[in-house]
């Protein structure tokens, strides 16, 4: 199972970016994907989820509104939009991925539902 997180970087607040996460070695559309984010001295929080199986989007109330989860199965990539970033949306962005097609039904924003989670890309929003 790989994870490739990509596409973060430095933007001003109120400015976009999008992030991808680029899956290899499991059945994709069978899965659930998820971004989780860890900012400096806090928890790490479960932003969003994309069931693949069941067509299912899941979003925190935190970003709810400005950041938008898709999937492209050609490609097995996992797509994070964000847009109107705040400086509060920095942290680490990590990808993870929920292997049991039997679970996708019941996917949740909590990061510890997650088997096998890919390297973070770093999102730093200036004020």
């Known amino acids: 199972v790989q994870l490739q997180a990509s596409g973060g970087g430095l933007v001003q607040a109120g400015g976009s970016l999008r992030l991808s996460c680029a899956a290899s070695?499991?059945?994709?559309?069978?899965?659930?994907i998820g971004w989780v984010r860890q900012a400096p001295g806090k928890e790490r929080e479960g932003i969003s989820c994309?069931?693949?199986?069941?067509?299912?989007?899941y979003y925190a109330a935190s970003v709810k509104g400005r950041f938008t989860i898709s999937s492209d199965s050609a490609k097995n990539t996992v797509y994070l939009q964000m847009n109107s970033l705040k400086p509060e949306d920095t942290g680490v962005y990590y990808c993870?991925?929920?292997?049991?097609?039997?679970?996708?039904?019941?996917?949740?924003?909590?990061?510890?539902?997650?088997?096998?989670w890919g390297q973070g890309t770093q999102v730093t929003v200036s004020s």
């Open positions: 993870a991925v929920v292997l049991d097609p039997t679970r996708n039904g019941a996917v949740t924003l909590a990061w510890g539902q997650y088997d096998w």
């Open positions: 070695g499991f059945s994709f559309d069978d899965s659930a």
């Open positions: 994309i069931s693949v199986s069941e067509s299912t989007t």
